[in-house]
């Protein structure tokens, strides 16, 4: 495609010079870094009392002091997306620089792609890096070389989360393909992001409640309110984020969350089976989440383009 | 020999939503031609000059520039056809070197022969002597103008498209932009659209006006001829702002 290289390497180069960026980036790297940290003291204190298996994935997965790595990126990894797009469009269209780029032999879409793409780029940059340091200080805490397999739930897990806040610049980039102002586009974009990280677990559980209002009495509806919340909460792309990598990350769970509180014997009989599952099985456990996610980003991403190709150019 | 028509336009017709912006608009362009392409604002002339870029999509009506639809192969006529403007936007923290390296590249221009066109278009709009090198928010709105004209010299334009280039400028600063627009019709044989509201200067540096009022080109042809055509004497004796004045209180 003409033009978008030219196009990608001016986004990158804006975004990489943004204090924006670097102030996100130092953000993100001092949290990952404590945290990463206060694990591997911990992994280290109890080194003896116990050897579970996949030490090194609990860099990732074990909360430090408030929160394990998996969770934080859960949480603000959409900002990350957010910050990334929410200006994208409209602050071209302020600065009278997108008609100018328009009026260049290029097709319209390239600017778009070119656009998602550098975000996509910048985010997969982030994401490895933070990885990458993470698991250094692993090396030097633990003291324990990661095994192959414990590579490969790392790096899945790294092409979920990029796939995931992807999403989030897909839907901070359609706001700024149709809110006129910055101010409103990052407004609109903050928004939805609360409204999925507080406001669907709760109005899940609102809804269970009412669907099910005989709970406490009958355990068939009891166990049919759970599972409306499992599906409801799905709705949220963070919930389906958290699902999707704990498992692929955490090879002792079997699915993607537990479910109603065992009876005694059943739980014994699960201890019997609690040795890690095998990688691939793992993946098929989220495989539904996975393609979730892959859908909702390119649902996402292909709505901006066409509202961004159907714009009038008269106003932009 | 006849001038070659560059740009050509037949019952070209815009309709946004329910009103008329351009009606059944007919005119041509030669090579190397200054046209002034005025008429008050809301006229039409954007939409017509967007139409002909192909950034937006005729009602009905043909268009043609150097021969190629703009409608059907827009990239083609954007190739060959540079735009300035009203308000033209710059990405402020590029310097004009940088700025316009970005738009070679946009076209698909070659690095070394992207760099041997940056060297000849500064100097060619006395941006070359910055050292060190400004940032594009620094310029005044002069040299941004400037800048504006050294991007169509990059692309080698063969047709441009030029909204106000003068507006907002000092005496000066507008000398120097409509020297640059005199040689570029004159030296690069460009065709110039020309469409401003400052009749002063586009008197002085026009072959030949359109004056359209509400979607329609209401007169079309040199200043002299129109003067005679609606006061029956020489432009001698009336401005351009009289003439315009007149079609505009008649239409």
């Known amino acids: 495609m003409k033009g978008l290289a030219a196009i990608l390497n001016k986004e990158l180069a804006d975004h990489f010079a943004s204090h924006r960026f670097v102030i996100l980036f130092a953000l993100i790297a001092m949290v990952s870094l404590i945290t990463a940290y206060m694990v591997g003291i911990k992994i280290r204190e109890v080194e003896g009392q116990l050897k579970p298996q996949f030490v090194f994935l609990l860099l990732f997965t074990e909360p430090g002091a408030m929160f394990s790595l998996v969770q934080f990126v859960a949480f603000f990894g959409p900002l990350v997306g957010l910050i990334l797009g929410f200006d994208s469009i409209n602050r071209e269209r302020n600065e009278g620089t997108l008609s100018k780029l328009l009026a260049q032999p290029i097709y319209r879409d390239v600017v778009i792609n070119a656009k998602f793409l550098a975000g996509v780029i910048l985010i997969g940059v982030m994401l490895l890096s933070i990885v990458l340091v993470i698991t250094g200080l692993g090396l030097v805490l633990v003291g324990i070389v990661p095994g192959a397999e414990e590579i490969w739930r790392i790096f899945i897990y790294l092409v979920i989360s990029v796939v995931y806040i992807a999403f989030w610049l897909g839907a901070a980039i359609l706001f700024s393909i149709v809110f006129r102002s910055t101010a409103t586009s990052a407004l609109a974009s903050l928004a939805v992001w609360i409204f999925f990280s507080f406001f669907v677990t709760i109005g899940a559980s609102i809804l269970a409640n009412t669907l099910a209002s005989d709970a406490e009495l009958n355990p068939q509806s009891a166990a049919r309110k759970v599972e409306w919340v499992k599906y409801v909460v799905l709705a949220s792309p963070m919930e389906l984020y958290s699902e999707a990598t704990a498992t692929v990350i955490d090879p002792l769970r079997k699915s993607t969350r537990s479910t109603l509180p065992l009876g005694p014997m059943e739980a014994i009989s699960m201890t019997r089976f609690s040795g890690p599952l095998p990688l691939a099985q793992s993946i098929l456990v989220v495989m539904p989440h996975i393609i979730s996610l892959i859908a909702i980003t390119v649902i996402c991403f292909a709505l901006s383009y066409t509202v961004f190709m159907r714009q009038e150019i008269r106003s932009l | ?251």
């Open chain 2, 1 to 251: 020999m006849m001038p070659a028509p560059v740009v050509v336009t037949e019952d070209l017709t815009k309709i946004y939503r329910h009103q008329v912006a351009v009606d059944h608009l007919s005119f041509t362009v030669n090579e190397g031609e200054i046209f002034g392409f005025l008429g008050p604002n809301g006229a039409g002339k954007t939409t017509t000059l967007l139409m002909l870029l192909g950034l937006t999509e005729p009602t009905s009506g043909r268009a043609r520039i150097l021969d190629i639809d703009p409608a059907r192969e827009p990239i083609k006529v954007k190739a060959k056809v540079g735009y300035l403007q009203e308000n033209m936007g710059f990405y402020s923290d590029l310097t004009a070197r940088q700025m316009l390296r970005f738009v070679a590249d946009l076209n698909g221009i070659g690095r070394r022969e992207a760099e041997a066109r940056i060297d000849r278009a500064l100097t060619e709009v006395g941006l070359a002597d910055e050292d060190p090198p400004k940032k594009i928010a620094a310029f005044s709105r002069g040299m941004r103008q400037r800048l504006g004209i050294a991007e169509l010299l990059i692309k080698d334009a063969r047709v441009a498209f030029l909204d106000e280039p003068t507006l907002g400028l000092d005496p000066d600063a507008t000398q120097r932009i409509t020297d640059l627009i005199r040689r570029l019709a004159r030296e690069q044989r460009m065709t110039i659209l020309l469409s401003s509201h400052q009749l002063h200067q586009v008197q002085k540096i026009c072959n030949r006006v359109g004056i359209m009022i509400r979607g329609r080109m209401v007169a079309n042809g040199p200043i002299d001829q129109l003067a005679r055509e609606k006061f029956g004497v020489d432009r001698e004796e009336f401005t351009l702002e009289e003439i315009y004045m007149k079609y505009f209180l008649e239409g």
